[in-house]
């Protein structure tokens, strides 16, 4: 599928909720690929998200392309770093880590990833990545040496997700970090949704079905789910 954002777009004017799984090459075996896309096929899953704060190079190459042989599901790079970008994909959030102020990830990383851009047919989603702390000490925190937004903090995290759009980032990302113990609060998601007009993502720590409904409900337009998903593969038969 091309023009995944576009389809991000429609879908939050229908009011119709999105949902990625995220597969982590680093977590992952490749040999277990077959079985987990198996299972991911036979859900509503709308995307399947690629990456991770530290894959060793050429991995995601590999991994994406053993992924897309076994579905029609599109497939978009979330990477932690310029080298996780491959053609083999459908679509690259190209995010900016607006929560921090380490240049590298903010402007960076982006630079170096322009040469396999310019060759590449990849649908380019400029994301402005918010990452809000979600109780424990996550690997987007400590690669991208940031700290993130704590939650009580809503003004920042809004006004942050607010400068996002105005600087022309098509999506917001609210990240709470992988494996997060406390997954973005409501009331986060309900001030960031009700002051942006581009459609929002909410990620990191969402296990339960009742979390899952509370997300949508305060108006993420997608979320993404990985832990819970990596733990334990039936999770997606008792939340959606
Ligand atoms: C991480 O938002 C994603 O970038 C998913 O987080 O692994 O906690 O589901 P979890």
């Known amino acids: 599928m091309k023009n995944i954002l576009e389809h991000i777009k429609t879908s939050k004017e229908k009011g119709q909720k999105l949902l990625a799984i995220l597969l982590d090459p680093d977590k992952l075996l490749i040999e277990n690929i077959e079985k987990t896309i198996n299972k991911i096929n036979r859900r509503k899953v709308d995307f399947i998200f690629v990456g991770g704060s530290t894959v060793s190079e050429g991995i995601t190459e590999l991994f994406v392309k053993k992924i897309k042989e076994l579905t029609q599901i ?48 990849l649908e380019i989603i400029p994301t402005g990545y918010i990452l809000i702390d979600g109780g424990v000490e996550t690997s987007v925190e400590k690669v991208s040496n940031t700290t993130p937004i ?19 980032k098509q999506l917001i990302y609210l990240e709470a970090g992988s494996g997060a113990t406390v997954p973005t609060d409501a009331k986060i998601i309900s001030s960031v949704a009700n002051s942006i007009q581009v459609p929002l993502i909410v990620g990191g720590g969402i296990r339960t079905k009742k979390q899952l409904q509370i997300t949508f409900e305060n108006g993420a337009d997608l979320v993404v789910i990985g832990t819970a998903f990596e733990e334990n593969n039936s999770v997606l038969t008792s939340i959606i």
């Open 150 to 168: 704590l939650q009580s903090n809503i003004e920042e995290i809004t006004a942050t997700a607010i400068a996002g759009e105005y600087l022309g």
């Open 74 to 121: 599109p497939i978009v790079l979330f990477p932690g770093d310029f080298e996780q970008i491959t053609d083999n994909a459908d679509a690259l959030l190209f995010l900016s880590l607006l929560s921090g102020r380490n240049p590298e990830y903010l402007i960076g990383q982006q630079i170096k990833s322009v040469k396999k851009l310019q060759k590449s047919s």
